[in-house]
């Protein structure tokens, strides 16, 4: 017998029919023996749409009303997912953020959790319950309701794992686990058996939505064993999904690349002919970093007659307050000839952390794009990615030609193999020509 954390997202729970089935996973795992706490995001759609009525008033809303309003799409979801359970004759009982006392702190709509009071929930479940927890939303330390950011019921479902020692934390949801890429973009996109929690966090930080960011580095940081499914499987499937590890895999196995992530929400920004004097850089970011604006990639070219470009990403929806920051900054902290600024671009990453000990393969990702004739106008490197900016009118183009080049539609025991038949070949012509 185990204690599971399961996890299902809006699709999963995207009707009362998706409802039932998901009860009848619940149900199977209840029969087999195991404890269960589930956490339920808001049907699809319904979160969009609570954020729409409000913007519908007021173009800028109070950001706790917002989450005042965007936490109910959970709550109704924790409450049919009980009766669907109810009927199949099984004890379950709904909590909302609030009720268990999932703490976090005042950073309406990208809130932390901070704490959860996890006893009332141990006390159900020895009572033979099965514990439904609404995702996404949690209470601040004055009883204010908050939520975590979109995407943010796998944050609630892993932190419930860690808290509550759960042995794992399953996130169900539209795909059958971790693929390569988006199989939306990318149909001969590959479902990956496992991957390391070190490339998953990159890939999400990079523009994979099929985990939240932060879920994966819960996960991390309490080494919370988790595992992405599908819920649109028969619910008495036994698939095993994608699993997130946290060893090395030292075998051939190990691909070089395992995935490749986008990103369209973002936006570059370039500032031509900057003064080029130490304290520039600090001039013009300090300003945006003030306004609570996030950059990503920075590129600042080597100064010409004591002049430089300099150019930097954020998110595109903080584009326009950059642009005015900026604006209002010019002439003061540092002086430009132009502000130049381009909303129409995304960011294509390769992922994997075989690059550590492969060389070429930035090189071999440039010359993939070029021969599709697409500007790289950006690129950023760590150990195990290269990210490049492009127009976003190439992404789907520059996602399935990376994806084509690197192989990625095969196992990486596929590919190995064969390279080591052609190595083997070659040497021996070499041995019979030679000799
Ligand atoms: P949920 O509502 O269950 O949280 P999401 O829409 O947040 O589901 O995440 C699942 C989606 O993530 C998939 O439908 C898929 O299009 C997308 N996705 C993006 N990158 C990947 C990837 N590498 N592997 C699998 N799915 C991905
Ligand atoms: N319902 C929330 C959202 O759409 C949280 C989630 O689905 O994880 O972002
Ligand atoms: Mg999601």
């Given at each position: 017998m185990a204690l599971i954390v399961q996890k299902y997202g809006g699709t999963s729970v995207g009707s009362t029919d998706r409802i039932r089935s998901v009860a009848r996973r619940v149900a199977r795992f209840h029969r087999e023996g195991h404890q269960l706490v589930v956490v339920v995001s808001a049907?699809?759609?319904?979160?969009?749409?609570?954020?729409?009525?409000?913007?519908?008033?007021?173009?800028?809303?109070?950001?706790?009303?917002?989450?005042?309003?965007?936490?109910?799409?959970?709550?109704?979801?924790?409450?049919?997912?009980?009766?669907?359970?109810h009927e199949l004759g099984l004890k379950a009982k709904s909590y909302t953020g609030g009720q268990v006392r999932v703490l976090t702190d005042s950073a309406f709509t990208k809130a932390r959790i901070l704490d959860i009071n996890v006893e009332p929930l141990h006390k159900d479940l020895a009572a033979g319950a099965i514990v439904i927890v609404a995702g996404f939303q949690g209470v601040d330390a004055d009883g204010n309701?908050?939520?975590?950011?979109?995407?943010?019921?796998?944050?609630?479902?892993?932190?419930?794992?860690?808290?509550?020692?759960?042995?794992?934390?399953?996130?169900?949801?539209?795909?059958?686990?971790?693929?390569?890429?988006?199989?939306?973009?990318?149909?001969?996109?590959?479902?990956?058996?496992?991957i390391t929690f070190e490339e998953m966090l990159e890939m999400a930080s990079l523009g994979s939505k099929v985990l939240q960011i932060r879920s994966v580095e819960f996960a991390g940081k309490y080494k919370i064993k988790m595992r992405v499914l599908s819920s649109f499987d028969d619910p008495e499937?036994?698939?095993?999904?994608?699993?997130?590890?946290?060893?090395?895999?030292?075998?051939?196995?190990?691909?070089?690349?395992?995935?490749?992530?986008?990103?369209r929400d973002e936006a570059k920004i370039s500032l031509m002919g900057v003064e080029d004097r130490p304290g520039v850089a600090y001039a013009i970011l300090g300003p945006v970093a003030a306004a609570n604006i996030d950059v990503d990639m920075i590129v600042q070219n080597i100064g010409a007659s004591g002049h430089t470009d300099f150019s930097f990403t954020v998110h595109r929806s903080e584009y326009q307050k950059a642009l005015e920051v900026l604006s209002r900054e010019k002439g003061k902290g540092f002086t430009a000839r132009e502000i130049i600024s381009d909303n129409k671009i995304c960011k294509v990453s390769l992922v994997g952390?075989?690059?550590?000990?492969?060389?070429?393969?930035?090189?071999?990702?440039?010359?993939?794009?070029?021969?599709?004739?697409?500007n790289i106008q950006m690129i950023s490197t760590s150990e195990i990615k290269t990210s490049v900016v492009i127009d976003e009118?190439?992404?789907?183009?520059?996602?399935?030609?990376?994806?084509?080049?690197?192989?990625?539609?095969?196992?990486?025991?596929?590919?190995?193999?064969?390279?080591?038949?052609?190595?083997?070949?070659f040497v021996w012509t070499d041995r019979h020509e030679g000799g």
């Open positions: 049907m699809s759609g319904e979160t969009n749409r609570l954020l729409a009525l409000a913007k519908e008033i007021a173009p800028d809303p109070d950001p706790r009303e917002l989450d005042v309003i965007a936490a109910t799409g959970e709550q109704v979801t924790i409450g049919l997912l009980a009766i669907a359970l309701i908050t939520t975590l950011g979109r995407g943010g019921s796998d944050t609630s479902g892993v932190a419930l794992a860690a808290a509550l020692g759960a042995s794992e934390c399953q996130i169900y949801t539209d795909v059958d686990g971790v693929y390569t890429t988006d199989p939306r973009i990318v149909p001969e996109a590959r479902r990956l058996d496992r499937s036994t698939a095993t999904g994608t699993l997130i590890t946290y060893e090395e895999d030292e075998t051939m196995e190990q691909a070089i690349i395992s995935g490749i992530a986008f990103n952390i075989g690059m550590r000990s492969h060389v070429g393969i930035a090189a071999k990702m440039f010359k993939a794009l070029a021969d599709e004739g697409i009118k190439y992404l789907e183009l520059a996602v399935r030609q990376l994806h084509r080049v690197f192989e990625l539609d095969q196992s990486p025991q596929a590919v190995w193999t064969r390279n080591t038949r052609i190595s083997e070949a």
